[in-house]
């Protein structure tokens, strides 16, 4: 049976001698990358997000200098190949720069909102009793106000500008974070697994950390990421609303509202920054709509 | 002249079609049952008995492939349109599951439901089907049965819908029952009762009846004949007191050797060594080979076809068939030693 | 010692070959049912009733009952996962919980429990080896010991370090899990484990090679075990004494064969008569006992069996009986065994 001369030497290297299995992510990633469409929407992500970093490389005309001779040019302009905005600024340009604020504006509050609310989730799902009635019920209290509403009433009174558009959203979106990590982590605390874990004597942080976060983050996530589709439409339309960025920043949403007038003179470009909105919150739907799946392995 | 068994299989396999790969849960499987006889099959988890008894009534997922004959109650299922499937099902062949809920609705009373199955299968009116449900609940034993019929399943306990089911399933007077492990979940005090019923019910009817079971007590108890099964193959079918006494395969008899414990107070169990088979990645040649102490290289090659032992015992184990191995039967002696227990009324529902 | 010490007598002494390793006194457990307009209590449900026992050290006590019967909630308590209402519970000899007692922490050094569903019991975001590890890691072992006692543990309970220790719960079959959860139960050096059906959701064939193991283990790190399980069978061929449970109290209590050969208490006897024959020329004529086990919430006056028993009379209805020794050693609550009682067998009660 057992002989107890008979041991690893070192047990770092017998882990890495020794055969690895193929653990949850892994299998997820795998599922990924059977999913076409998920992986071509991705793909449309990142090349944004490529654009809108490298910005000086993809554009000509500064976002800013408008000329009033080349008010509104069509699509399809010599030198601008998407016509030009009410005050003769390149589209092309301005929607790329743009699209720094607004991608910042979109995803931002939403990882703050997951850092915050998760955590909080967690803590008031793992605890229970006075805990997690307090940090329910402060969340029922906020979730009572429509995000919109709650997110105008902030900017109302902090004032206007990215910073503040950041704020307010990342506030609307805690509570809804706040309540999927307190159910799932509620469902993942009575497992046996986790119960073993409490009778080898272990406190309730060091359970959290090592049992329940890597069970809870999945689901987490996923229902963070459909949250950026909402947020980056939510921001334009603050924006729009004149109570997120100001001008002459180059936010989609603004520009769509600048845009408003010259829907009849020019309807392509002035369609085109809600043309941008729509794509870039689609496409953060579908992703977070495959990543569900992707996660969905039947074990 | 014989009357035509109730059940006819021959040659039956079910395949599951994965994305990668087809893997055979059932495979080459033959029987029959006569009328009013019990046939217990026997197996462990993955061996492919409830698939087989699912295929008896076609209630397969979409993506498997099922091949061979199968007659049941003088139909040919495997030829048979969903018309003809819904008409068998329920009335000629009916079957009960180890988790009653999965039989029994819960926004229904328990009557509903028996009167309602009545009605569709035999046409009488609802008048007439009350009253044979209560006659069914009588029959089941069920006590207070008038009340109980207006019970919701949730109202009552396990063994109670146990029973109901039982109730439900034996409606419409079937020729054949299937039962797939319907006492595995239950206390063991519950249990023999619902054994006890079952072989009053059958023996009454005069039903033939399958029976699906991983416990061997159970099987001797409620089987006049036991197949067992291993990796998707039959690989012994014979009357209990032969399967049981001198088991013809090496599987049966280690069955046998680890289930009866409670004489191997203070030595070492014999345990099968090595684990279930993944049904995926069979070995070569006999399934149970690389766990078979008897193992030898013509049991590697290829896979045993099915051999008369002594003309109603059939076995896989061609050393057994070539009369090469003698195996151990069980130890049956330490039951006598139990008292019998008075069970003569005194229990209040 | 002082006073208050040997005035308290037994408890506190310290442990030694006549004390047990762990003794269990009047454990009582009732949950709250509720329900109905403002999730008033509607009822309560009395899992485990004053329930005494005590186990000594190197033995297997075998815990047998059906559904509703307090045994998984009575392994909850003594582990402390789950707050008593009240009762003792001291290992060797020190109170836990009590001010210079053991503290639950170290408890749980001392004792650990396998659990039944075996996919459950572990953390499907971490590779085995890792969950064997958790446990010395957190009592202050650091991380390298800690992983190399997962791979002592690992080769003890039959599975190969190189093979196993990177994998994940669901590569593994439940027989394989089974025994990680078995290692991680060892992990702390505990003395006593408690199995709750740990072997009841195995195949067969599993099933043999884990009770094996269980054995070779007990043996070779010197275990107490406390072995819950429905199946007779295995309780019979693993424990030295046995204690059968009804309805949140223990009916009987025992030396193995004492209790499979003539037991005392008609619950015992008709849990025993119940089992299905293995003789096929020798089948179960009639149903020891009718009806199911009653529901816990409003458990009957008096004795909790009178209900099913076919011997229960008056005095059974009025007063419930006390667990009190019996002839050839251990426990039996009947009023059948106490001369006395007031039950027409009573003073039939022979000894043997």
């Known amino acids: 049976m057992v002989d107890a001369a008979v041991l690893p030497a070192d047990a770092n290297l017998v882990l890495k001698r020794a055969q690895q299995g193929k653990s949850y992510w892994r299998r997820v990633w795998e599922r990924l990358l059977d999913d076409k469409v998920t992986l071509a929407v991705m793909a449309v992500l990142l090349l944004l997000f490529v654009m809108v970093v490298l910005a000086p490389w993809f554009t000509v005309h500064d976002p800013y200098t408008g000329s009033v001779l080349r008010r509104l040019k069509p699509v399809g302009t010599l030198g601008h190949w998407l016509g ?73 009174i902090l004032g206007s500008g990215l910073q503040n558009t950041i704020l307010a959203l990342t506030i609307s979106f805690i509570p809804p974070v706040i309540r999927i990590s307190e159910s799932v982590t509620a469902q993942t605390r009575h497992l046996d697994f986790v119960e073993a874990a409490r009778a080898s004597g272990a406190r309730p942080l060091t359970i959290m950390r090592y049992h329940i976060l890597n069970n809870v983050l999945g689901p987490i996530l996923v229902y963070a990421s459909s949250l950026i589709s909402i947020c980056i439409i939510l921001a334009a339309g603050l924006s729009f609303l004149g109570l997120g960025v100001t001008p002459p920043s180059a936010e989609w949403g603004l520009m769509l509202n600048n845009l408003r007038q010259a829907l009849w003179v020019s309807p392509l470009v002035a369609a085109l920054p809600g043309v941008m909105i729509f794509i870039t919150s689609m496409c953060f739907n579908l992703m977070s709509d495959g990543l569900r799946q992707a996660m969905d392995v039947r074990l | 002249m014989p009357k035509e068994p109730v059940v006819t299989v021959e040659h039956l396999s079910v395949r599951f079609v994965g994305r990668h790969a087809a893997v055979a849960a059932v495979n080459d499987v033959s029987f029959g049952v006569d009328t009013g006889r019990v046939l217990a099959i026997l197996g462990e988890s993955g061996s492919g008995k409830s698939v087989t008894l699912r295929a008896l ?117 079937p020729a054949l029952l299937l039962a797939d492990e319907p006492t595995t979940a239950l206390d063991v005090t519950v249990q023999i009762q619902i054994i006890l019923l079952l072989r009053q019910l059958q023996q009454d009817l005069d039903m033939a009846v399958i029976f699906v079971t991983h416990d061997v007590g159970v099987a001797v108890e409620v089987a006049d004949q036991i197949a067992v099964m291993y990796a998707g193959r039959f690989v012994e079918l014979g009357p209990t007191e032969a399967v049981i006494g001198s088991p013809a395969h090496p599987y049966t008899a280690a069955l046998l050797t680890s289930t009866v414990l409670g004489s191997a107070f203070g030595k070492r169990l014999e345990a099968i060594p090595g684990m279930p088979p993944d049904l995926g990645a069979l070995p070569d040649g006999c399934s149970f080979q690389p766990r078979c102490r008897f193992a030898d290289d013509r049991c590697r090659g290829a896979m045993p076809p099915e051999f008369a032992h002594t003309g109603v015992h059939m076995t896989r184990c061609l050393r057994v068939a070539a009369h090469e191995i003698a195996l151990p039967g069980p130890n049956l002696g330490e039951r006598s030693e139990v008292p019998t227990f008075p069970s003569d009324g005194g229990g209040l529902p | 010692m002082s006073g208050s010490a040997a005035a308290a007598g037994g408890a506190e002494a310290r442990a030694g070959p006549a004390v047990p390793l762990l003794t269990v006194e009047n454990l009582t457990k009732h949950f709250a049912v509720r329900g109905g307009w403002l999730n008033r209590t509607n009822g309560v449900v009395q899992a485990v009733d004053d329930v005494s026992f005590a186990v000594r050290s190197g033995e297997t006590l075998g815990v047998v009952g059906e559904s509703g019967c307090g045994k998984s909630t009575t392994a909850r308590l003594i582990m402390h996962l789950i707050g008593r209402d009240s009762g003792r519970i001291s290992f060797a000899g020190r109170l836990v919980g009590a001010a210079h007692g053991l503290s639950r922490r170290d408890l749980h050094r001392q004792m650990q429990m396998v659990f039944q569903d075996s996919y459950a019991s572990l953390n499907p975001r971490l590779p085995v080896a890792t969950s064997i590890a958790f446990g010395p890691f957190i009592h202050g072992l650091g991380k390298a010991a800690a992983l190399k006692r997962a791979m002592q543990l690992l080769e003890a309970v039959g599975l190969d370090p190189l093979q196993f220790a990177n994998r994940y719960p669901h590569e593994l079959s439940g027989g394989q899990r089974q025994r990680i959860n078995i290692a991680r139960a060892l992990a702390l050096e505990p003395r006593i484990v408690i199995l709750d059906e740990a072997v009841s959701a195995l195949d067969k064939s599993v099933e043999a090679q884990v009770l094996n193991l269980l054995s070779d283990l007990k043996a070779h790190f010197d275990l107490t075990y406390i072995f819950i399980s429905h199946d007779l069978n295995v309780v019979r061929y693993i424990s030295d004494r046995v204690m059968v449970m009804y309805l949140g109290k223990v009916v009987e209590v025992g030396p193995v064969h004492r209790i499979y050969r003539s037991p005392r208490h008609p619950y015992t006897q008709a849990l025993l008569s119940a089992m299905p024959s293995m003789d096929p020329r020798r089948r179960t004529l009639r149903a020891p006992l009718s009806g199911d086990p009653p529901n816990p919430i409003s458990p009957p006056s008096g004795c909790r069996f009178r209900t099913r028993c076919p011997f229960a009379e008056k005095v059974c209805e009025l007063v419930p009986p006390n667990l009190l020794p019996v002839e050839g050693s251990g426990a039996v609550a009947c009023h059948m065994r106490v001369a006395g009682s007031g039950h027409s067998r009573a003073d039939k009660a022979v000894a043997h």
């Open chain 1, 84 to 156: 030009t905005d009410e005050v003769g600024r390149d589209l092309w340009s301005r929607m790329v720069w743009g699209g720094r604020i607004s991608l910042l504006a979109g995803v931002v509050p939403v990882f703050l909102a997951l850092v915050v609310g998760g955590f909080l989730g967690i803590l008031a799902g793992y605890m229970g009793g006075f805990v997690n009635s307090a940090i329910m019920r402060l969340t029922d209290v906020l979730y009572a106000f429509p995000s919109i509403l709650l997110a105008i009433a902030i900017t109302g």
């Open chain 2, 57 to 173: 009534l076609r209630l397969l997922p979409p993506r498997t492939r099922v091949e061979g004959r199968i007659r049941v109650a003088g139909h040919d299922m495997t030829t048979l349109d969903e018309a003809g499937l819904r008409q068998v099902r329920g009335s000629k062949v009916a079957m009960i599951f180890q988790e009653p809920m999965i039989a029994l609705d819960p926004v229904f009373s328990i009557g509903v439901q028996i009167a309602e199955t009545i009605v569709r299968h035999e046409g009488v009116s609802y008048r007439v089907a009350n009253r044979r449900a209560l006659e069914l609940l009588d029959m089941v034993q069920i006590p207070s049965a008038a009340r109980r019929l207006k019970s919701y399943p949730h109202e009552l306990s396990g063994g109670m819908r146990q029973r109901a089911m039982i109730a439900l399933a034996l409606s419409c007077r």
